[in-house]
């Protein structure tokens, strides 16, 4: 695990979204059951920001589950996402990753060539990663 890159675990090409999308997009995203719970925020090619579930919740106060509520079309991504971002370059270790995934309170960590996102680790890949290798 010390020698081997984010890159061969990681999920490639995450899916993601735009600081001017409505928090209908965001909201439609969080619906689908396979999706993680960290959604990058690119603008251009630009990493710029993450939206947490938790961000999504407080972003919405309380707006329900009806798409026609105004807040899903009147709040945008970039009113909601977290701009302090702890990033890993694409040619980190998983040794790396531990060490960020034990030193904060985050489960996912965005993983960029310069400053474009290339894929997203979570502890749940890291951990499934250790499972697999250890048979």
Known sequence: MKNTPVSDVMTVNPQSVSPSQPLLDVKHLYEKKDFHHHIPVIEGEKLVGMISLLDFMYGIKGAGIDDSSPIYSEKLVKDIM???????????????????????????????????????????DLIRHLINTSN
Do not use: C, K, Y
Not at 96 to 113: K, N
């Open 82 to 124: 977290s701009t302090n971002l702890m990033t890993l370059d694409d040619q980190a270790s998983l040794h790396e990753a531990a060490e960020l995934f034990t030193s904060g309170e985050f489960h996912s960590i965005p993983i960029v060539s310069g400053e474009r996102l290339v894929g997203i680790i979570t502890t749940t």
